[in-house]
């Protein structure tokens, strides 16, 4: 809660960042054990993160930022799922999905946040997976479950753009 409230201040869109924070924990807990990401917890977390956006935009009168964040959402989750379409075996429909669920929250700060999250996330994720490869505890099929390097992307760039 603390951390949410040192990334957004005190207004309605914490609630988001804590619901997208809960969230965050247990999905990034369940894509390591069985490489999947629940639509039953992603779908509320979504609807939360939109609801909070919302009565954000309602109380301070930012409409520009809500309309970025469904905007960022929307392509973040379009873009992954595009990708899916293209490669299966490479980028999850879950992914798409969690990207659905980062993208506001991220995008509602501003497109080079949205942009640094996904970025970072790659790079986690690449690295990782250079890393498990290089200790030979998987090869280079071996399926890795992306949404924790996802998860950790989009933290270190909220932290990063510090308090609005």
Same mark, same amino acid.
């Given at each position: 809660?603390?951390?949410? /409230?040192?990334? !957004?201040? &005190?207004?309605?869109?914490? /609630?988001?960042?804590?619901?997208?924070?809960?969230?965050?924990?247990?999905?990034?807990?369940? +894509?390591?054990?069985?490489?999947?990401?629940?639509?039953?917890? #992603?779908?509320?977390? &979504?609807?939360?993160?939109?609801?909070?956006?919302?009565? +954000?935009?309602?109380? !301070?009168?930012? *409409?520009?930022? /809500?309309?970025?964040?469904? @905007?960022?959402?929307? $392509?973040?989750?379009?873009?992954?799922?595009?990708? *899916?379409?293209?490669?299966?075996?490479? @980028?999850?429909?879950? +992914?798409?999905?969690?990207?659905?669920?980062?993208?506001? /929250?991220?995008? *509602?700060?501003?497109? +080079? $946040?949205?942009?640094?999250?996904?970025? @970072?996330?790659?790079?986690?994720?690449?690295?990782?997976?250079?890393? @498990?490869?290089? !200790?030979?505890?998987?090869?280079?099929? #071996?399926?890795?479950?992306?949404?924790?390097?996802?998860?950790?992307?989009?933290?270190?760039?909220?932290?990063?753009?510090?308090?609005?």
């Amino acid at each position: 809660m603390a951390g949410s /409230v040192a990334v !957004t201040g &005190v207004r309605p869109m914490t /609630v988001g960042v804590v619901a997208a924070a809960a969230a965050a924990v247990l999905l990034g807990g369940v +894509d390591l054990l069985v490489h999947r990401l629940p639509d039953r917890v #992603t779908g509320p977390a &979504v609807l939360v993160v939109l609801g909070a956006l919302l009565l +954000d935009g309602a109380v !301070t009168g930012q *409409w520009p930022a /809500v309309l970025r964040a469904v @905007l960022a959402g929307a $392509v973040a989750a379009g873009g992954a799922a595009a990708l *899916w379409l293209a490669v299966p075996r490479g @980028l999850g429909l879950g +992914d798409a999905k969690l990207l659905g669920l980062l993208g506001p /929250v991220l995008g *509602w700060r501003g497109w +080079d $946040v949205l942009l640094a999250g996904v970025f @970072l996330g790659l790079l986690v994720g690449a690295l990782l997976s250079l890393g @498990l490869l290089a !200790t030979r505890r998987a090869g280079w099929r #071996t399926a890795v479950p992306f949404g924790p390097p996802l998860l950790i992307g989009a933290a270190l760039a909220l932290a990063a753009a510090g308090p609005p």
